[in-house]
């Protein structure tokens, strides 16, 4: 009892220092040009749909009580308590000091862009503390248990829309093993699925009640419909396809060709037709009137299109560039309405992050295992660990993750906007760096997991 209780003490000392240290190195966390924009709404009160609401309205919550830095706490504090819980679940369990819960927390990888104030690092903590609490709380049927739960869910469903059905395996896991569900047969399964989906509608129904609450303004951006429309063209092979490209869109309708050639040089990145070069060829915030000739041109080339979201599903695959650094807040050009608001709440300002050596050491430290980011890798591990608990007939938390991520990656190929950059799979790394820590758990210490 003495030696687990000492045990336990080490453990909450290492990560309450590691997340006071991570907070204090980088404290407001680091801001790029969408995190200024959530900034600015969430300090003004005033807010769009650009990026998804919930994350800008709890940023407003939080503010008053935390300072601008609240986000960057919340996404810290949840880190770092998942791996204070699962320590000493470790620790309750097995009493020997958990070593591999130090290298899973401090893995590169898990770490990656947990400094950035990011929907991308919301939707990854949050995550992970619900499947950390799936794991470590004995009886899954309390009700503070399932509020908790619940509410994290409605964040994570609602911090990244486009991929709100993501957690459907998770979430349906959690449910096939409760006391309601956990009797197993056909007719338990589709309840258990049944009730999962209705807690995401009703999670996303939820949070339009929210954002109606809060008058939250759509947003008019078009450039991500812009590319596909665009890449589809192109991937017909027919010179001519582009002149269906509407007039309308276009600032002068005779450059269609000069399109074709911007798009080329760069076919991986949507932005290009909001802030580069093909911005200046085309309308890039007329909003839903961009919908129907989007989908227009894709129901009219079906097969181009979905060979073009497959050429993107490959580079996506094969991508490794971390092209955010530890150590840089990114250079943005405020619009008036930014500056405006942070003029106005100036005290909470302080988003100049300098590097020092710690900062810097850890910049290196992140990208010392590059390798690692390429998505190909968690793809396959992902494949691999559903096949096997597939063909051993056990669905596991294991393979509810493995399943989470599969979908992600069938969503992030043929839905999401076209940009490959690996902070879009943070998530996929946490996860996935839990999943084989899962796997040590199974076989080293026979826990059906």
């Not at 589709?190 to 303004?217: E, G, H, P, R, W």
């Not at 710690?358 to 559903?386: E, R």
Request: with cysteine; charged share 10%; aromatic share 20%.
């Amino acid at each position: 009892m003495i030696l687990k209780n000492k045990y336990k003490v080490i453990m909450l000392v290492i990560w309450l220092f590691m997340a006071c240290c991570f907070y204090a190195l980088y404290s407001p966390g680091l801001l790029s040009p969408d995190s200024w924009d959530q900034l600015s709404q969430a300090l003004t009160g005033k807010f769009n749909n650009w990026q998804p609401a919930i994350m800008q309205i709890l940023w407003h919550w939080l503010i008053p009580v935390f300072g601008v830095s609240a986000l960057l706490l919340f996404h810290v504090a949840l880190y770092f308590l998942s791996l204070i819980l699962l320590s000493f679940w470790f620790i309750n369990r097995f009493r020997v000091f958990p070593v591999s819960i130090i290298l899973l927390g401090l893995f590169p990888t898990s770490l990656y862009v947990l400094m950035w104030v990011w929907k991308d690092v919301g939707f990854a903590v949050v995550l992970f503390i619900i499947v950390v609490q799936v794991l470590v709380v004995e009886n899954k049927n309390k009700f503070v248990h399932w509020v908790i739960l619940l509410m994290l869910f409605w964040y994570v469903i609602n911090v990244r829309i486009g991929n709100s059905f993501v957690v459907l395996p998770i979430l349906y896991y959690l449910i096939s093993k409760s006391y309601v569900f956990s009797t197993g047969g056909i007719k338990n399964r589709v309840y258990s699925f049944l009730t999962s989906i209705i807690i995401i509608v009703c999670s996303l129904v939820f949070q339009m009640l929210i954002n109606a609450y809060y008058d939250v303004k759509p947003n008019n951006a078009s450039h991500p419909y812009y590319i596909d429309m665009v890449a589809t063209l192109v991937q017909t092979g027919k010179p001519s396809a582009i002149n269906e490209f509407p007039d309308y869109l276009m600032k002068d309708p005779k450059k269609k060709d000069e399109l074709v050639i911007l798009y080329k040089k760069d076919p991986y990145w949507a932005d290009n037709f909001a802030w580069g070069p093909a911005s200046k060829l085309v309308y890039p915030n007329i909003g839903s009137k961009v919908v129907a000739p989007y989908l227009r041109i894709i129901s009219a080339h079906p097969l181009a299109y979905l060979e073009h979201r497959i050429y993107f599903g490959f580079y996506l695959l094969m991508t490794k560039s971390i092209v955010w650094s530890a150590i840089k807040t990114e250079d943005c050009s405020l619009n008036e309405y930014q500056k405006s608001a942070l003029n106005n709440n100036i005290k909470y300002i302080n988003t100049e992050i300098r590097g020092n050596m710690v900062t810097g050491f850890f910049d290196k430290y992140v990208n010392i295992l590059s390798f690692l980011y390429m998505p190909l890798i968690h793809f396959i591990f992902a494949v691999i660990t559903l096949c096997y608990f597939t063909y051993k007939r056990q669905f596991t938390l294991i393979s509810a993750i493995s399943s989470s991520i599969l979908l992600y990656f069938c969503i992030m190929f043929f839905f999401c906007p076209i940009i490959g950059e690996t902070r879009y799979f943070y998530w996929v790394y946490l996860l996935n760096n839990f999943n084989i820590w899962l796997l040590y758990m199974r076989f080293k210490y026979n826990i059906a997991v």
